[in-house]
């Protein structure tokens, strides 16, 4: 579920992740902050704050990560909203734009040769650039989302 968690703050989706330690802390940040739970616990499924429809849950049925992102962008019809290259993917903060010469000293010098965009997260402070790594992920996602609409 860490990966899925990548997976949707590379579209740009806020997204929390929670390791299971404590369901009823997770459940209300869900209620406060009125996110939608992904979860492989079928208990999670189970209480009344979501059969009452409460709290909107959906059951992750894959262990693959790419089957699991392929789910959640049918069931909560992700396509519209697809804004890569806007969150951290270890911090889950929005990104800001960064200036080529303001990240000439934090990028390996090949990349700064070859790369004109770049955003920092202001948490960690990792720098992201489109390079070929980012491009395989968009890609990917893509091709998810065009054999979703299809279906
Ligand atoms: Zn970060």
């Known amino acids: 579920m860490g990966k899925l968690a990548k997976w949707l703050r590379m579209m740009g989706y806020d997204t929390l992740f929670f390791n299971g330690s404590n369901d009823a802390h997770m459940i209300a940040i869900a209620r406060d902050e009125d996110r939608v739970i992904l979860t492989k616990d ?28 392929h789910q959640v962008i049918d069931i909560l019809k992700l396509d519209s909203q697809f804004k890569p290259f806007t969150i951290c993917l270890e911090c889950n903060q929005p990104l800001l734009e960064r200036s080529r010469h303001q990240v000439k000293d934090l990028v390996p010098p090949y990349v700064f040769q070859t790369q004109q965009q770049y955003m920092e997260c202001p948490n960690c402070h990792r720098i992201y650039w489109r390079g070929t790594h980012w491009r395989a992920m968009t890609e990917k996602l893509k091709r998810f989302i065009s054999s979703s609409a299809r279906e």
């Open 42 to 69: 079928t208990q999670i499924m189970r209480r009344r704050v979501v059969t009452n429809g409460q709290i909107k849950a959906t059951l992750i049925q894959s262990d693959e990560p790419e089957l699991q992102v």
